[in-house]
């Protein structure tokens, strides 16, 4: 158990993996924040509540994209070693299902991963035998303290990072209830589904809606990545998570059901010939075979599928939807020639042929119609029938619904009508009934009902970057850095506090944060030594063999007496 409650403290995308309660922790945890809560008061929110809920979530798009940006710096939160976190979890997980589905342990997805080189694609590559970054997950104040480090001008945070703070600020801010959110985690990606209309997705700071995952845009080929070619390892939801490695789940089926069905329903698309048109531009190496034809004085013209293609870019309009017409019109005379090309394919004419038979690709008949009007040397007919199936249907790979369901005891049973302190209520009379409830709040790190020794464990054994930093450094100096940074803790309440290397690298703690900052730089030098941590009202105290340090505090968590040995 402290090795779960000390991994909602850390929050690394390997500890996520191996206890899948946790992503839904880190939720709770934000919900709890005052930070989103302050949202609200925000003039870009002015009038929120009177918005269709659509607008409501567009409108928080906007702001998570002018507040934060995507990061994925893997140094961050510094280093550790497969050994090292494959004997921490060896009782949990076997090292060979970590090595298929876990990208820190081997996992290197499908061809597609292996064709762009995945580990260079995320900067593992640099990472050499058996040294792996940590990849933590931040909460929200530690998303907004990257403001603090150079480089940075607003917050930041990576996928996990991101789709958590999507799921708590559509709850607070858009008003969805978390019955319509769905958290979900491949190998390497961490997304949202939200059960809305025709579905909407969450890909790091972005909205994808089913039309923009079929429009064929770069945006769109970004967020299709991971589901086209990884399958989901987790679902988690407010009625419990389902694991791809393991036997049981806690999700509601019926929540599950619903969620595939709805899943299924959003990856999948009819065809037309629109989405023919967004196909091509999809996938570019095609629109060499096809071309256009377009009266210019009342005289047919034809024109290339990849110029026409081409002047979308930098253009409000597009090919295949309604303003066609004002997209041909910003074409340039002299792109058009009066003769056709004569090995590709006439794009009209394989509209009409579309739309006029409504071809059903799943159907033999039609698939063999539809492969007559492919009449040019210049494509591989199969080849590209098979990748316009898999535009228009991206097949999930979920969990299997063969599991034991074992059901959360108590529903977390909180909802948008609620305020701030009404969540927080409630979560803490059902923390030892509801296992999200109970790690969420050491996921919030608040050290005034939570068992400390999680938190302490994690600090003294996870925070690798402040014991980096201070290499070559006396006491002396260590002590003399501390001091100079700013007294202030990047969490505003005075019950929760940072992790060391949240105050190494955002330069800023309260002082019994910095001296724990310390006490984790005494441990790693000397892991024999008692380093005592205490605190008596407005004082923090530190001592060892070596030290004897007091720091002003700031935190309100009582009078403690903490022995690190």
């Known amino acids: 158990d402290i090795e779960k409650r000390s991994s909602a403290v850390t929050l690394s995308d390997m500890e996520i993996f191996v206890f899948p309660e946790l992503i839904y922790s880190l939720v709770l945890a934000n919900i709890m924040s005052p930070r989103i809560w302050k949202w609200l008061e925000d003039p870009w929110f002015d009038g929120i509540e009177k918005m269709k ?14 507040h934060y940006v995507f990061n994925l710096d893997l140094d961050t939160w510094g280093l550790t070693s497969k050994e090292k976190e494959i004997g921490r979890f060896s009782s949990f997980v076997s090292p060979d299902v970590l090595a298929q589905s876990n990208a820190l342990f081997g996992y290197e997805g499908d061809k597609y991963y292996f064709d762009i080189d995945i580990r260079t694609h995320f900067g593992l590559d640099k990472y050499e035998g058996n040294i792996i970054p940590y990849w933590k997950t931040e909460t929200v104040e530690a998303m907004d303290a990257f403001r603090y480090r150079p480089g940075y001008i607003t917050g930041a945070g ?24 769905y958290l979900m985690a491949t190998p390497l990606h961490s997304q949202n589904f939200i059960d809305m209309e025709d579905g909407i997705l969450t890909n790091n700071r972005r909205l994808v809606t089913k039309t923009m995952w079929f429009n064929g845009s770069e945006l769109s080929a970004q967020a299709r990545r991971a589901l086209e070619n990884e399958k989901i390892t987790v679902v988690a939801h407010e009625t419990g998570w389902i694991h791809t490695i393991y036997d049981e789940a806690t999700i509601d089926p019926a929540a599950f059901s619903r969620f595939s069905e709805k899943l299924n329903g959003y990856l999948k698309t009819g065809f037309s010939g629109s989405i023919m048109g967004n196909f091509l531009r999809h996938k570019s190496k095609l629109q060499k075979c096809f071309q256009f034809r377009w009266p210019v004085n009342g005289v047919d013209h034809y024109i ?24 041909m019109a910003e074409i340039e005379m002299e792109e058009f020639r009066m003769t056709r090309f004569p090995e590709r394919i006439i794009i009209n004419d394989l509209e009409d042929f579309i739309n006029r038979n409504n071809i059903d690709l799943d159907k033999e008949q039609d698939m063999s119609a539809l492969m007559q009007q492919f009449c040019s040397d210049c494509l591989e007919k199969k080849g590209m029938i098979s990748e316009l199936k898999a535009f228009i249907y991206v097949k999930p790979r979920l969990p299997s619904m063969e599991r034991k369901f074992n059901r959360i005891a108590e529903p977390l049973g909180i909802n948008v009508e609620m305020g701030r302190e009404a969540i927080i209520d409630r979560l803490k009379t059902i923390r030892s009934s509801n296992a999200f409830a109970e790690l969420a709040f050491d996921s919030y790190r608040d050290l005034s009902t939570a ?8 600090a003294v054994r996870r925070n690798p970057v402040s014991v980096r930093g201070a290499e ?23 019950c929760r506090l940072a992790q060391p290397d949240e105050v190494w690298n955002f330069g800023r703690g309260d002082g019994l944060e910095k001296l724990l900052v310390l006490a984790n730089i005494l441990k790693a030098r000397e892991p024999l030594e008692a380093v005592r941590v205490a605190v008596s009202g407005n004082m923090a105290v530190l001592s060892s063999a070596e030290i004897n340090i007091s720091l002003p505090t700031r935190k309100n968590i009582g009078e403690v007496d903490w022995v690190l040995d």
């Open 472 to 494: 070559g450094l006396d006491y002396k100096a260590i002590i003399a850095r501390l001091e100079a940074m700013p007294g202030e803790s990047i969490y505003d309440d005075s």
């Open 53 to 66: 809920p659509y607008r409501r979530i567009t409108r928080l798009k906007q702001y998570i994209m002018d």
């Open 451 to 458: 068992d400390p020794a999680p938190f302490l464990l994690a």
């Open 158 to 181: 990576e996928c996990v990072s991101l789709s958590t703070l999507y799921a708590a600020a559509l709850f607070i801010i858009a008003r969805v209830p978390l019955k319509d959110i």
């Open 304 to 327: 290339g599928a990849e110029r026409i293609f081409a002047y979308e870019h930098g253009s409000s309009y597009q090919f295949t939807d309604n303003t066609r017409d004002k997209l």
